[in-house]
């Protein structure tokens, strides 16, 4: 049933979090993670993850469901206690404001004071809302509390302010920044601190309801990008400039950046490879490890044009929901869904993506919090562990033994080590691991470390204190073993927030370095490895 080992006083079980599944009720199949530590392939920022928040009012509906509720960062309860923690236990967490009513805002400014209205519903225009307005003391509350929550913030302007959209589908003209400036310049009088300013919301390539060439596009990205050096010349950091806020088009995208020149940062592109919320197979689709792969090519795509472009532009995802048009209850705010997501994240990283925003932080049926009662879904824990667990380096690694286990390896956050994640889509088998670095096999065994190097790559720790020969694992489970509840465990305990609203501490557990590595079917793993030191990681 597995073995007993004292560390700090506690007696923790090794084959523990879920004994159905793990002693007894499943196939156990031997697989093997080979981990490339000679070079990183990729680097993220350091606050790799991000999430978004939308201006979807309440009346935002999709397939007959109203899925916002108070969720837009218009209405949304700035004081709920549960939402601040979430966010401070991150420190920091990139938040992104923006989504498809963004180019329909005008921002209420010192200079710009026609009356402030809100968004109303109506099927004849574009995206089925009016304009709406941002109020100059929203955007100072909202201020005020990313500033106690320690949120680093990336704002979507209104791009579309100032064309005109013809029949065809294509807005024509010049971007009017007037608006989208006196913004800018309010902030920085008001000392309001801007991670980047992000132009427009799917408008590239054939767009979503309506496209800007990219010539065009480019013209106005570099006038973004003026307006920023001159608001921001005596202020450091720079926010960044960010473009274009939609789906991959690799014609479109290579286009911009050629045209652009140095005037931009950070070229952001949308996920939503599962199709629509109301797609019945979603679930089908995320634990097939051939449609996850789809999505690679993407990624391949745009590093192919970022690093043959000559540019110091780099990649993010800018916003990510899986499943379109506010995603599925029950499935993408549901445990099922931290497979797709963490392997998004693992994927994106390995192609040189610097962060990752997931749509949403709250709101719609894909939020990390719930939309009425801010409590944590299961991906925000996947998230948080992501962040605390994953360096920025990131390592070449494959699986062999099983299509069903996804493997990424990053340096360690925590220590000069690794961490390994281990998803596992199969719902029948329990794999257990052994780990190659380079080709070299660490041979597990009690009371000793026993290598055959094939290279230099490896430096075990002369001590033989169980401290420095020991391993944290973190095992996600799903609770009574259903994909789609909304209810994670870690290492076999419930992830929830206490009374006072405070995020759970997520402890692992401590695993002699002689035990093999075992992830339980249906099941995610990290495994932070300090006592591996690799050259990519020192």
């Not at 962040?387 to 956050?413: D, E, P, Q």
Request: glycine share 8%.
């Amino acid at each position: 049933m597995g073995s007993l080992f004292l560390q700090k006083g506690m007696l923790v079980w090794i084959c523990l979090f879920s004994l159905r599944l793990i002693c007894g009720y499943s196939e156990v199949a031997q697989g093997s993670v080979f981990i490339d530590g000679k070079n990183a392939i990729g680097r993220t920022d350091n606050n790799f993850i991000c999430a978004t928040l939308d201006w979807w009012p309440p009346e935002k509906c999709d397939y007959g469901t109203c899925a916002w509720d108070h969720a837009s960062f218009l209405n949304l309860d700035l004081n709920n206690i549960i939402f601040l923690n979430a966010i401070k236990a991150f420190s920091p967490l990139k938040i992104r404001l923006g989504g498809t009513l963004q180019d329909k805002v005008i921002y209420e400014t010192e200079d710009h004071k026609q009356p402030c209205v809100s968004f109303v519903k109506n099927t004849s225009e574009m995206f089925g809302f009016t304009s709406g307005c941002l109020p100059l003391s929203r955007w100072d509350e909202l201020n005020a509390f990313f500033n106690k929550s320690g949120a680093s913030i990336i704002f979507g302007l209104n791009a579309l302010y100032g064309r005109s959209v013809h029949p065809d589908g294509l807005s024509v003209g010049a971007w009017d920044s007037s608006n989208a400036e006196s913004l800018i310049r309010y902030t920085v009088k008001k000392g309001y601190a801007i991670h980047g300013w992000e132009l427009g919301n799917e408008l590239c390539g054939s767009g979503v309801g309506t496209r800007v060439a990219a010539d065009q596009y480019a013209s106005d990205t570099t006038a973004l990008y003026k307006i920023v050096l001159d608001a921001y010349k005596n202020f450091e950091p720079r926010p960044l400039v960010i473009a274009p806020g939609g789906f991959f088009d690799e014609g479109w995208f290579r286009e911009l950046i050629n045209k652009t020149g140095k005037s931009f940062d950070v070229a952001t592109h949308h996920i939503y490879n599962l199709g629509p919320g109301r797609d019945e197979h979603l679930v089908d689709k995320i634990l097939d490890p051939s449609y996850l792969d789809g999505e690679a090519d993407t990624f391949s795509k745009l590093q192919n044009v970022l690093k043959t472009s000559g540019t110091s532009v780099v990649a993010w995802v800018g916003e990510a929901g899986g499943a379109y048009n506010s995603g599925r209850d029950h499935v993408t705010n549901a445990f099922v869904f931290s497979f797709w997501y963490l392997d998004q994240l693992g994927m994106s990283a390995a192609y040189d993506t610097k962060a990752y925003c997931r749509q949403t932080l709250i709101g719609g049926n894909y939020g990390l919090l719930n939309t009425t009662t801010f409590v944590p879904n299961p991906d925000y824990y996947s998230a948080l562990l992501w962040h605390r667990l994953m360096g920025r380096n990131v390592l070449s690694t494959t699986f062999s033994g099983s299509k069903k286990i996804r493997a990424y390896a990053h340096c360690a956050k925590q220590s000069r080590g690794i961490t390994l994640l281990l998803i596992n889509l199969d719902g029948n088998t329990t794999m257990s691991a052994n780990v190659a670095f380079n080709g070299t096999m660490l041979h597990q065994r009690k009371h000793r470390h026993h290598s055959h190097r094939k290279s230099s790559s490896i430096r075990l720790p002369k001590s033989r204190k169980i401290a420095s020969n020991t391993r944290q694992e973190y095992h996600l489970t799903a609770k009574d073993g259903d994909l789609q509840s909304q209810t994670m465990l870690l290492n076999g305990k419930p992830l929830t927030i206490d009374s006072f609203g405070n995020i759970p501490s997520l402890e692992p557990i401590f695993v002699n370095s002689t035990e093999p590595l075992t992830v339980a079917p249906f099941s995610i793993v990290f495994v932070h490895i300090p006592y591996v030191i690799l050259p990519a990681c020192s």
